[in-house]
């Protein structure tokens, strides 16, 4: 057992079950979410360390050789992921302790939370396409009891709709594992990728890859199957919205890497250059379209969810170096922004009972934290250097004109136009203005000022990433170079480090 | 009989979604339940439909083509998980029901 690689998967898990028992305890719950929280976190940094200096990690379930066993494999851009992972989740579940309410919290919230988180660390560590279907299914799961947890009608009305489309997802996930299993005879990733390479009849492959395409540009609401989102990242309450727009679409965006990136690289120029990059251009375009004519925070920011997931795209479309390093990085940044954003509408909501903008006004004057909390993260989400929007984006758009894609460029350009209108209009018309909202609202009395402190540690976060902004970078570049020359990867996984008889590697 | 299996597979897909897309809460569940029938069934039509290997049970000295028996592991997982869905679908659905009732 090669620990640092199992552990992000091992402490959510253990968490969750520890959770699920004592719900009635809060100081049960607070203290174990607080050591996995901060569990999470030290063994993620510790994986990403020891990738970044030994190169790609593997371990080996039950000590089975790689193509016949299960395999956990840990790449750069796995081990980041698994990174954002632990804070997104610190974030979200230090707002949940004063956001949830005690019914929910009775009904197994943070367990299912921590179901959730071991899921997704899951997603980014399996090694293999069929354990990345049962990893798929432990995060929806989780996320299809915490979108209806509280049973209240939204939610169940979009959690119903939501639960449709990623079941028949899941069932074309498996014709897809089923499909590539006949021709291929595996479905270990490493493996896969060397018989892509060395298949015979390309076209067939293409078309499974396009099976995969449509499953995960589903999981992470790409264009056109993007209408599921805004529905079920509203209905939950704040903080499982936050983590599903900080984790949940980044899972499927990460899927697309993996698979495009290392599996399925064999032809380029059309499974990424003809059909990712207008799938990309129609999602961030149609996403930041539809969140320009909402009037409610919470939808506005899950459109704004749909346009970003565009930019990752671009990313992988244009699969240069530079690209894909700027689309990862885009991906970490979504990921804190969004999650803070979103922590920011939970807070105005308790602040004046409402997240509709047309009942909100005078904010700037009640609250400065707020504003001023609410001002970097919508200008850090439109791109307005030097707040760490910008860097991703400016590597997208060099990337789109060193492959020749002006095209792209102008849709990323305008979108990001665009998603400046939109925050300026929540600016505009929550925090100008000196209408005073009424407060008669059965939430108005929780601990608002927790919350402040809790979104002030998002924000922290955001700004963060913009001092670091030149490690991060050096960061996905080395997960791009990997992506892009996935021999490392292969070897790592079927060959050295293989695990010898009686000892523990 | 490969033919006969994708007929099946097309037929359990194409009705699937027929009722998936149709009014009525009971049409769309035996419709999400068709479709993940449909996966499973081109799960099973991906070991061998045609006679001939034999299960993969080793004996001594034996050299026969053997079946492949990862696809069957693959069918049980899904099934498994696909069961958690439909209970967690019917509880689901029966709560809906009683908000439109």
């Given at each position: 057992?090669?620990?640092?690689?199992?552990?992000?998967?091992?402490?959510?898990?253990?968490?969750?079950?520890?959770?699920?028992?004592?719900?009635?305890?809060?100081?049960?719950?607070?203290?174990?979410?607080?050591?996995?929280?901060?569990?999470?976190?030290?063994?993620?940094?510790?994986?990403?360390?020891?990738?970044?200096?030994?190169?790609?990690?593997?371990?080996?379930?039950?000590?089975?050789?790689?193509?016949?066993?299960?395999?956990?494999?840990?790449?750069?851009?796995?081990?980041?992921?698994?990174?954002?992972?632990?804070?997104?989740?610190?974030?979200?579940?230090?707002?949940?302790?004063?956001?949830?309410?005690?019914?929910?919290?009775?009904?197994?919230?943070?367990?299912?939370?921590?179901?959730?988180?071991?899921?997704?660390?899951?997603?980014?560590?399996?090694?293999?396409?069929?354990?990345?279907?049962?990893?798929?299914?432990?995060?929806?799961?989780?996320?299809?009891?915490?979108?209806?947890?509280?049973?209240?009608?939204?939610?169940?009305?979009?959690?119903?709709?939501?639960?449709?489309?990623?079941?028949?997802?899941?069932?074309l996930?498996?014709?897809g594992?089923?499909l590539?299993?006949?021709?291929?005879?595996?479905?270990?990733?490493?493996?896969?990728?060397?018989?892509?390479?060395?298949?015979?009849?390309?076209?067939l492959i293409t078309v499974v890859a396009s099976i995969f395409l449509v499953v995960?540009s589903?999981?992470?609401?790409?264009?056109?199957?993007?209408?599921?989102?805004?529905?079920?990242?509203?209905?939950?309450?704040?903080?499982?919205?936050?983590?599903?727009?900080?984790?949940?679409?980044?899972?499927?965006?990460?899927?697309?890497?993996?698979?495009f990136?290392?599996?399925f690289?064999?032809?380029?120029?059309f499974t990424?250059?003809?059909v990712?990059?207008?799938?990309?251009?129609?999602?961030?375009?149609?996403?930041?379209?539809?969140?320009?004519?909402?009037?409610?925070?919470?939808?506005?920011?899950?459109?704004?969810?749909?346009?970003?997931?565009?930019?990752?795209?671009?990313?992988?479309?244009?699969?240069?170096?530079?690209?894909?390093?700027?689309?990862?990085?885009?991906?970490?940044?979504?990921?804190?922004?969004?999650?803070?954003?979103?922590?920011?509408?939970?807070?105005?909501?308790?602040?004046?009972?409402?997240?509709?903008?047309?009942?909100?006004?005078?904010?700037?004057?009640?609250?400065?934290?707020?504003?001023?909390?609410?001002?970097?993260?919508?200008?850090?989400?439109?791109?307005?250097?030097?707040?760490?929007?910008?860097?991703?984006?400016?590597?997208?758009?060099?990337?789109?004109?060193?492959?020749?894609?002006?095209?792209?460029?102008?849709?990323?350009?305008?979108?990001?136009?665009?998603?400046?209108?939109?925050?300026?209009?929540?600016?505009?018309?929550?925090?100008?203005?000196?209408?005073?909202?009424?407060?008669?609202?059965?939430?108005?009395?929780?601990?608002?000022?927790?919350?402040?402190?809790?979104?002030?540690?998002?924000?922290?976060?955001?700004?963060?990433?913009?001092?670091?902004?030149?490690?991060?970078?050096?960061?996905?570049?080395?997960?791009?170079?990997?992506?892009?020359?996935?021999?490392?990867?292969?070897?790592?996984?079927?060959?050295?480090?293989?695990?010898?008889?009686?000892?523990?590697? | 009989?490969?033919?006969?299996?994708?007929?099946?597979?097309?037929?359990?897909?194409?009705?699937?979604?027929?009722?998936?897309?149709?009014?009525?809460?009971?049409?769309?569940?035996?419709?999400?339940?068709?479709?993940?029938?449909?996966?499973?069934?081109?799960?099973?039509?991906?070991?061998?439909?045609?006679?001939?290997?034999?299960?993969?049970?080793?004996?001594?000295?034996?050299?026969?083509?053997?079946?492949?028996?990862?696809?069957?592991?693959?069918?049980?997982?899904?099934?498994?998980?696909?069961?958690?869905?439909?209970?967690?679908?019917?509880?689901?659905?029966?709560?809906?029901?009683?908000?439109?009732?």
């Amino acid at each position: 057992m090669n620990w640092p690689v199992s552990l992000p998967l091992l402490i959510p898990f253990a968490a969750g079950l520890l959770l699920l028992m004592k719900r009635e305890n809060l100081l049960w719950q607070r203290s174990v979410v607080l050591s996995a929280s901060l569990g999470m976190l030290l063994s993620s940094a510790l994986l990403l360390r020891r990738v970044l200096t030994e190169g790609v990690a593997a371990t080996y379930l039950g000590n089975w050789p790689a193509p016949f066993g299960i395999v956990l494999a840990a790449d750069a851009l796995g081990a980041l992921m698994t990174c954002l992972t632990a804070v997104v989740g610190l974030t979200c579940a230090a707002f949940a302790f004063f956001d949830i309410d005690e019914a929910r919290r009775r009904g197994g919230f943070f367990a299912l939370f921590y179901f959730l988180l071991f899921g997704v660390n899951g997603a980014f560590l399996t090694g293999d396409l069929f354990n990345l279907f049962v990893f798929y299914e432990v995060v929806l799961m989780a996320s299809y009891a915490l979108t209806v947890l509280g049973n209240e009608t939204a939610q169940v009305k979009h959690g119903f709709t939501y639960f449709s489309i990623n079941f028949v997802g899941s069932a074309l996930f498996l014709v897809g594992a089923g499909l590539l299993f006949a021709q291929l005879g595996t479905l270990n990733m490493a493996h896969l990728a060397q018989r892509v390479m060395a298949a015979e009849n390309k076209g067939l492959i293409t078309v499974v890859a396009s099976i995969f395409l449509v499953v995960f540009s589903l999981k992470s609401a790409a264009f056109p199957i993007f209408n599921w989102l805004p529905g079920a990242y509203s209905a939950p309450p704040t903080a499982v919205s936050a983590l599903f727009a900080g984790l949940l679409t980044k899972v499927g965006v990460y899927s697309l890497y993996r698979v495009f990136g290392t599996v399925f690289a064999h032809d380029v120029a059309f499974t990424h250059g003809a059909v990712l990059a207008p799938l990309a251009a129609c999602t961030m375009l149609f996403g930041v379209w539809g969140a320009m004519v909402q009037y409610d925070i919470k939808y506005i920011l899950a459109f704004h969810s749909i346009s970003q997931v565009g930019y990752m795209l671009m990313g992988l479309a244009l699969f240069s170096p530079l690209a894909l390093a700027a689309g990862i990085f885009h991906m970490v940044h979504h990921s804190l922004v969004k999650s803070s954003l979103f922590l920011l509408g939970g807070a105005i909501e308790h602040k004046d009972g409402s997240q509709d903008l047309k009942k909100l006004g005078g904010l700037a004057l009640r609250s400065t934290s707020l504003s001023l909390f609410f001002m970097v993260s919508a200008l850090s989400l439109a791109g307005i250097p030097p707040l760490s929007g910008f860097f991703g984006k400016y590597g997208l758009v060099v990337g789109a004109f060193e492959g020749g894609n002006g095209w792209l460029v102008a849709a990323a350009l305008a979108t990001s136009l665009f998603t400046l209108y939109s925050m300026i209009k929540i600016w505009r018309l929550a925090f100008w203005g000196d209408k005073t909202p009424p407060r008669a609202d059965s939430k108005a009395d929780r601990p608002v000022r927790a919350l402040l402190a809790v979104c002030g540690l998002s924000v922290l976060l955001v700004l963060g990433l913009t001092f670091f902004a030149n490690p991060l970078m050096a960061i996905s570049k080395k997960a791009a170079d990997q992506l892009k020359n996935p021999q490392n990867y292969i070897d790592a996984v079927l060959q050295s480090g293989r695990p010898v008889k009686g000892v523990t590697p | 009989m490969n033919f006969l299996a994708a007929a099946g597979v097309a037929f359990l897909f194409g009705f699937g979604f027929y009722l998936l897309l149709n009014p009525g809460l009971i049409n769309r569940i035996l419709g999400l339940f068709l479709i993940s029938h449909g996966a499973n069934f081109v799960l099973i039509c991906m070991a061998q439909l045609e006679k001939g290997p034999l299960p993969p049970l080793l004996q001594k000295g034996a050299d026969a083509v053997l079946a492949n028996p990862l696809p069957q592991a693959l069918i049980l997982t899904a099934l498994v998980i696909g069961f958690a869905l439909g209970a967690f679908l019917w509880a689901l659905a029966l709560r809906l029901g009683k908000e439109s009732a």
